[in-house]
């Protein structure tokens, strides 16, 4: 079976989407915690299992010997390292046949925090023994598509990146490659770095977004003080101020504009080009 891990996600979705186009749907597994937000996948003839990252217990009926599993990381920042321990352990006690984990650009390298819990779950699933597959994804366009919205309201896009780039794909594509890996062959025990063909500066990305909107946006580069008493001021929690800055920090490090050209040659394509990820949501 060929088992999903987060199917209701925004990227498990994508990822069973992407299954059903290249296997039947009663070799296809979804791991979801709420069967009613899964219906739609059920009518498909996708196999529900219920199970939670918070519960060890339930992750036991999560998996099987043989199973190739999608492993999409978990949203929950600060108690990932003990669910994806979890997860991992249920795994291995399944004997899973592969383990294909969404880690993030850089793996070991990444200095920033968000990259802390990945490496946790790399080094468990090294520890284990279980065969495994390391996705480590970039940036999605999508996490600066989605507030479009927002920056047309104010007109700029503020941010501390300096001329940092960002090498986004579009969160399709990194599914397309996900699937890729747990359908074919020869990918085991590897680490692919995973990142959009071009990188954008936010410059660049102001100046596409004011072509297809018709109005002017710009990006407004601050010192991170500055963007800290911005943030405080419009009533960003701290602790969501503090992510904002670390990834800032990482995007004028380079840190998020490395390109392998690795997740172009797994889809077979070209990325999905930030001008196309931006038409789109500005249609939706």
Known sequence: MYVVTGATGALGRLAVKELLDRVPAD???????????????????????????????????????????????????????????AVVDAAKEAGVGLLAYTSILGG???????????????????????????????????VYTQNLGQFLEQGAILGSAGDGRVASAARADYAAAAVAVLTG?????????????????????????????????????????????????????????????????AIARGLLAGRTGELSRLIGRPTTPLADSIAAALRA
């Open 27 to 85: 070799q296809v597994a979804a791991v979801v915690r709420d069967k009613d937000k899964a219906a739609d996948l059920a009518a498909l003839g996708v196999e529900l299992r219920l199970a939670d990252y918070g519960d060890p217990a339930s992750l036991r009926a999560a998996f099987a010997a043989g199973d190739r599993v999608l492993f999409i990381s978990g949203n929950e920042v600060g108690q990932r390292p003990a669910q994806h321990q």
């Open 108 to 142: 070991p390298a990444a200095d920033f925090g968000l990259a802390r819990d990945h490496q946790y779950t790399e080094q468990a699933i090294l520890d284990s023994g279980v065969p495994y597959v390391f996705l480590r994804n970039g940036w999605y366009s999508e």
């Open 185 to 249: 062959e020869g990918h085991e025990n590897k680490a692919y770095e995973l990142s959009g063909d071009v990188a954008w500066s936010f410059d660049e990305f102001a100046a596409e977004l004011s072509r297809q909107a018709g109005k002017e946006i710009t990006y407004r580069a601050v010192p991170p003080e500055q963007q800290r008493e911005v943030l405080a001021g419009a009533g960003v929690p701290e602790p969501m101020i503090a992510f904002l800055q670390d990834i800032d920090g």
